[in-house]
């Protein structure tokens, strides 16, 4: 079992930043890769970012290339999410998901355990 907590959502402006906090429990947290999803109003859930158990690996949606950077802190069991210039388009409840693969991925099927979700909110 994996218990994630995600926190650091908020509202910010056109052009500002957030930092999301993808804090996990249970079972060990540095065998596995972990991302980041998100789902607007009226639309799917979305791959956004994911990161491989080392840390080594990244993966990027072609929509937050640039803006967004993931890492890890695995003595602290946790994931950032660093949003840069964010946009109203990016206005979402985000998800961190972990998968039993140490490989990062897109497909939102190979992930097996979720978090609530926290809310991301760009006006302009």
């Known amino acids: 079992q994996v218990q994630l907590v995600e926190s650091g959502g908020g509202l910010v402006q056109v052009g500002g930043s957030l930092r999301l906090s993808c804090a996990a429990s249970?079972?060990?947290?540095?065998?596995?890769?972990v991302a980041w999803f998100c789902r607007a109003p009226g639309k799917e859930r979305e791959f956004v970012a994911a990161?491989?158990?080392?840390?080594?690996?990244?993966y990027y949606a072609d929509f937050v290339k640039g803006r967004f950077t993931i890492s890890r802190d695995n003595a602290k069991n946790t994931v950032f999410l660093r949003m840069n210039s964010l946009k109203s388009d990016d206005t979402a409840v985000y998800y961190c998901?972990?998968?039993?693969?140490?490989?990062?991925?897109?497909?939102?099927?190979?992930?097996?355990?979720w978090g609530q979700g926290t809310q991301v909110t760009v006006s302009s």
């Open positions: 990161i491989s158990r080392t840390g080594v690996l990244t």
């Open positions: 998901a972990t998968t039993s693969y140490g490989s990062p991925y897109n497909d939102l099927m190979k992930y097996d355990y």
């Open positions: 249970g079972r060990s947290f540095s065998s596995y890769a």
